[in-house]
C-alpha cells in the first residue's frame, strides 16, 4: 500500500477536537490539497481553545520562499 492511500483513510478531526495540549495548524491560504475553507471553519467550530489555525497569505501546499519565510515567522511567535 502506498502512504497516499493511507493518508486518504485517517480522519484527526476528533482527535484534533480534543487535544489536550496546544495545536496550531499552518494553512496556505492557496492550498488545493487541503481546503483552507474546510480547515479553518473545522478549527473556529471544534470549540477547544487548543487548537488553532494561521492561514499563511499567498502560500500554497507546498510554499515557496515568501511562504517559508511565513512559516518560519508564526513558529517564532509561538515560542
Known sequence: HSIMDELDTV???EDLRQTGIPYHILQGETDVVTS??????FVD???N???????IAN???MPGVY?????MDEIGKMK
Open 45 to 47: 467550530a471544534a470549540g
Open 59 to 61: 502560500a500554497a501546499h
Open 36 to 41: 483552507t475553507k474546510v480547515v479553518k471553519a
Open 11 to 13: 480522519d484527526l478531526r
Open 49 to 55: 481553545e487548543n487548537l488553532t489555525c494561521t492561514v
Open 67 to 71: 511562504g517559508m519565510q511565513a512559516v
